[in-house]
C-alpha cells in the first residue's frame, strides 16, 4: 500500500536508547529504563503501581490471576473485543459472558450489565474502544453494589480520559498495549496498572515467576524464592529503552493524531449529512486520544466494496473485530447474555481508516478518495 493503514511512528531516539541500554549491559527487565517508564506511568495515571508486560495479553492474564478466577467464575465483557479480552479469563476457566454495545460509542452498553450479574460472576471487563471511555461511573457504581472487581481494557486509550481522569485509573486494575499499531508504541509490548494498592506485591511475584525477586532487588529479603503462582511476564530493557522514547514525546504524539482525528471528523461531515455514512460519536465526558477513526457503512457488503475501492487506489482501511459470541471458541468457552444486536450490526459496518503520523501529507488524497468511494458505491 502507498498509503498503508498504520505506519508506527518513531520519535528518532529509540536506536540511542537501546544502544545505551546496551553499554549499561543490563538487558533483562527492570532496568533504568523500565524504571523510567514505570514512574512515568504512575504519575500519567496515578496508579498505585505500574509494571511493564510483554503485551496487553499478558496484562490481562495478570488480572485474572489477580482477581483468582476460578473454574466457573463468569466475567462479564463486550464481545466486540480483541480475542485476549476473554482469553485471559478462560485459561484460568472462567467463563466470559458476552453483553450488547452501544450504539454511540460501541462500548459496553452499561446498562446491560446488571441483568448479566449471577451468583457466579466475578469480574466486569471494560473495553475502551477507540481510546473512548466507557461510563465508568455507572460501571464502578454497579461493580461496587455487587462486590465485582473491574479490569480496564485500556489498550487503546493511553492518554486518553473520562471527565478528566485518565483511563486506567477506574478499575482495580488496567491494561495498556504498546502495540506498534498503538499510539505510544514498542512494536510488542503491555503494562498492568494497579490501582488498588492490596495486590501491588502480589502483582509483582506474579511477574517475576511466582518468586519475590523484586523484594530481594531491594534489599527487603535476603534471598529469593518461589512463593506464588506466576509467569515470566516481564519484558527485555531493550524494549523499555524503545519504549521510552516514546513515552518522552506522548504529549506531541497524541496532539499530532488528534489534529489528523478532527481533519477527518470535519472533512466526512457532509457524507454523514448526506446519511452516506456515520461518524464516530464522542460522550461529553470523553477526552480522545486519536487512536482509531472508523465510519459506519449501511451494510457489509457497501463496506466490502468501500474497503475493495480504497485499496484499488493503495489506501489500506481495513474492518475490526468479528463478534466474538459467534466464534468458535466464544461458542466453547463463553456465552451471550441475550441478543447482541449492536455488536453483530457494528461488526458488519465498520471501516477503520488509514491513522498515523505523516498521514497529513497525504491526507488530501485519502479524503479525496474517500469521496470517490462513496460516489463509486452509489452509481454516480
Known amino acids: 500500500m502507498k498509503i498503508p493503514f498504520n505506519k508506527p511512528y518513531l520519535t528518532g531516539k529509540e536506536l540511542e536508547y537501546i544502544s545505551e541500554a546496551h553499554a549499561l549491559r543490563h538487558l533483562s527487565g527492570d532496568g533504568v529504563f523500565s524504571k523510567r517508564c514505570h514512574r512515568w506511568l504512575e504519575e500519567q495515571s496515578g496508579c498505585q503501581k505500574a509494571l511493564l508486560t510483554h503485551s496487553c495479553t499478558t496484562a490481562l492474564e495478570m ?55 449471577t451468583d457466579k460472576t466475578r469480574a466486569i471487563v471494560v473495553v475502551h474502544y477507540a481510546g473512548v471511555a466507557c461510563e465508568m461511573d455507572i460501571i464502578m457504581a454497579i461493580a461496587n453494589r455487587y462486590n465485582l472487581m473491574v479490569v480496564e481494557d485500556n489498550a487503546q486509550g493511553i492518554m486518553a480520559t473520562y471527565k478528566g481522569r485518565p483511563l486506567g485509573s477506574f478499575g482495580q486494575f488496567s491494561a495498556l498495549s504498546f502495540h506498534e499499531t498503538k499510539n505510544l508504541n514498542s512494536g510488542e509490548g503491555g503494562a498492568l496498572l494497579i490501582n488498588d494498592p492490596r495486590f501491588a506485591e502480589r502483582a509483582e511475584i506474579i511477574r517475576e515467576k511466582g518468586t519475590n525477586r523484586s523484594r530481594f532487588f531491594r534489599g527487603e529479603v535476603d534471598k529469593y524464592t518461589w512463593v506464588d503462582i506466576g509467569s515470566s511476564y516481564l519484558p527485555s530493557e531493550l524494549t523499555a529503552a524503545f519504549l521510552w522514547a516514546q513515552f518522552e514525546h506522548a ?77 468458535p471458541a466464544g461458542r466453547l468457552y463463553g456465552r451471550a447474555h441475550g441478543a447482541l444486536p449492536v455488536t453483530c450490526s457494528t461488526s458488519d459496518r465498520l471501516v477503520r481508516l488509514p491513522m498515523w503520523i505523516g498521514l497529513e501529507e497525504v491526507m488530501d488524497t485519502v479524503i479525496g478518495e474517500i469521496y470517490n468511494a462513496v460516489s463509486h458505491l452509489r452509481g454516480r
Open 251 to 327: 504529549e506531541e504524539i497524541t496532539h499530532r493524531r488528534l489534529a489528523l482525528w478532527h481533519t477527518y471528523h470535519t472533512a466526512l461531515e457532509d457524507l454523514e449529512a448526506e446519511e452516506i455514512l456515520r461518524r464516530p460519536i464522542i460522550s461529553e465526558e470523553a477526552g480522545i486520544n486519536g487512536h482509531i477513526y472508523y465510519v459506519l457503512l449501511p451494510s457489509i457488503e457497501e463496506r466490502t466494496r468501500f474497503i475493495d475501492y480504497l485499496k484499488s487506489r493503495d489506501i489500506g482501511a481495513v474492518f475490526h473485530y468479528l463478534p466474538l459470541q459467534d466464534s
Open 63 to 117: 488480572a485474572a490471576l489477580l482477581i483468582d478466577t476460578q473454574p466457573g467464575d463468569e466475567v462479564i465483557m463486550p464481545a466486540f473485543t480483541f480475542v485476549s479480552t476473554a482469553n485471559a479469563f478462560v485459561l484460568r476457566g472462567g467463563i466470559p459472558v458476552f453483553v450488547d454495545i452501544r450504539e454511540d460509542t460501541l462500548n459496553i452498553d452499561e446498562t446491560k450489565i446488571e441483568e448479566a450479574i
